[in-house]
């Protein structure tokens, strides 16, 4: 079975400071993807970044930045100078080659609060 | 800007109503999502329909119902539903690799009062 774990429930900081989310996963699967969604209060779920399980490449785009660690299991967010337009909740998704049609594994979100 | 849209955004229903959610995508996707999402929780998929294939969470009741009529449009019937139905709707579309999904891309949703 899958599963994504955020542990982070709420992450509170104030513009400009950098904020890690962190995300690990389980699956007996060799071949999978892992993503990041951005949800701001509008609702809409935001596709950041998606990686695939043989290319641990760290990424960075603009102020983000994605650790990926088959290791541990990780694979970090890092928002780096945040700004206000950054609150949001945060969701890491799985998907597995050995799921049944097409199955996203969401972990629970982090929610960021980013204040002036 | 999204590629799948959703309509309405917004809809109040009573309890004895019959409504329709609408979803279209543009991205030439095979494989189209409804998901349910409650206030802070993440999304739970409803129904998949793979090559217009359908399948079904076990757990969704026969008051929703999915209907595909091509690939590019989805919608999702609604039917004598209980408040414990508000929530965000929220569709999305995917190509397929090799059985494992490819990105989901979403559309803004639909929040859905149940009076």
């Known amino acids: 079975a899958q599963k994504v774990t955020q542990a982070q429930t709420e992450i509170s900081v104030v513009e400009k400071e950098d904020v890690t989310l962190d995300c690990v996963y389980e699956?007996?699967?060799?071949?999978?993807?892992l993503f990041w969604y951005k949800q701001p209060p509008s609702g809409e779920l935001v596709f950041l970044i998606r990686?695939?399980?043989?290319?641990?490449q760290n990424e960075i785009s603009g102020r983000y930045s994605w650790n990926f660690q088959k290791s541990t299991s990780s694979f970090n967010f890092t928002i780096t100078a945040s700004q206000v337009v950054d609150s949001a909740v945060y969701f890491c998704a799985l998907s597995a080659l050995g799921d049944s049609w097409g199955k996203f594994q969401f972990g629970a979100g982090t929610q960021v609060v980013v204040t002036p | 800007d999204t590629e799948v849209t959703q309509t309405p955004k917004h809809l109040v229903m009573g309890m004895t109503n019959k409504k329709s959610l609408k979803c279209e995508q543009h991205?030439?996707?095979?494989?189209m999502y409804w998901y349910k999402q409650k206030a802070k929780k993440p999304p739970e998929l409803m129904f998949v329909?793979?090559?217009?294939?359908?399948?079904i969470n076990e757990s969704v009741p026969s008051r929703f119902s999915p209907e595909c009529p091509n690939s590019s449009l989805l919608n999702l019937h609604l039917h004598a539903l209980q408040p414990e139905d508000s929530a965000l709707y929220l569709c999305a579309s995917s190509s397929f690799v090799g059985g494992a999904v490819e990105t989901q891309y979403f559309g803004p949703g639909t929040r859905l009062l149940v009076l």
């Open positions: 990686r695939n399980s043989f290319d641990e």
């Open positions: 329909y793979s090559y217009e294939k359908l399948s």
């Open positions: 699956t007996r699967d060799t071949t999978y993807y």
């Open positions: 991205m030439g996707h095979r494989a």
